[in-house]
């Protein structure tokens, strides 16, 4: 789908693929050390070839992942969203988004985050958790716009856990 971050900037959302690994790999390159470290909470200056594996190829269902690329350079992504049913009887998954520094605070994050969870309650998913920096307060917000209440999990070693119910 063709969309508009609030600065007119024109990208295109849609469905990862396997052969998104070198694109997925340069984008996490690009993206700033802090970014870096609030996606995958360790400083990880780059993915290795089973990461990328596991992060392209997705089946869908239980593990679904969206990418957003420049309408203008369709290999250029912006912004990444996915989620993974934990064990069990998959009414909840984990979930994940980063956008790209330059276009943080552009409406993205946001946009992926319903996208992703119209997809998420499509495949069955009630509730997504997530995990994060304990001072993170861009994913706070991002959670508060799938659910107004937060059930707070844990919080250990500047970690914290945040689960939301996905309204019907
Ligand atoms: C979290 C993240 C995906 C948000 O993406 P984004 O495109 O900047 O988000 P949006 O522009 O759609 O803004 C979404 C909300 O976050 C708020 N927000 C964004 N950046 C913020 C910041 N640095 N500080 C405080 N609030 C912030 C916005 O004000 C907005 O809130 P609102 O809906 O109440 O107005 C982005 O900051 C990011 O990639 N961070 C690093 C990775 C990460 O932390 N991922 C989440 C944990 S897995």
Request: glycine share 8%; no cysteine; hydrophobic share 45%.
């Amino acid at each position: 789908m063709l969309a508009r971050l609030t600065d007119g900037t024109r990208i295109v959302i849609r469905e990862i693929r396997p052969t998104d690994k070198r694109m997925l790999a340069r984008g996490v390159e690009l993206l700033s050390e802090e970014t870096r470290r609030r996606r995958f909470l360790t400083a990880k200056p780059r993915l290795t070839r089973g990461e990328l594996r596991y992060l392209t190829e997705v089946d869908g269902e239980r593990h679904f992942a969206l990418v957003a690329v420049l309408a203008d350079q369709l290999d250029h992504v912006v912004g990444v969203a996915r989620f993974v049913k934990l064990p069990g009887e998959g009414a909840t998954a984990d979930a994940a988004i980063v956008v790209g520094d330059p276009w943080q605070r552009r409406g993205l994050g946001r946009r992926l985050a319903l996208l992703l969870a119209d997809a998420a309650r499509e495949r069955g998913v009630r509730r997504f958790s997530a995990t994060m920096l304990s001072d993170n307060p861009a994913a706070i917000a991002l959670m508060r716009t799938l659910a107004a209440r937060l059930e707070g999990g844990g919080h250990a070693a500047g970690i914290r856990e945040v689960a939301v119910e996905l309204a019907a």
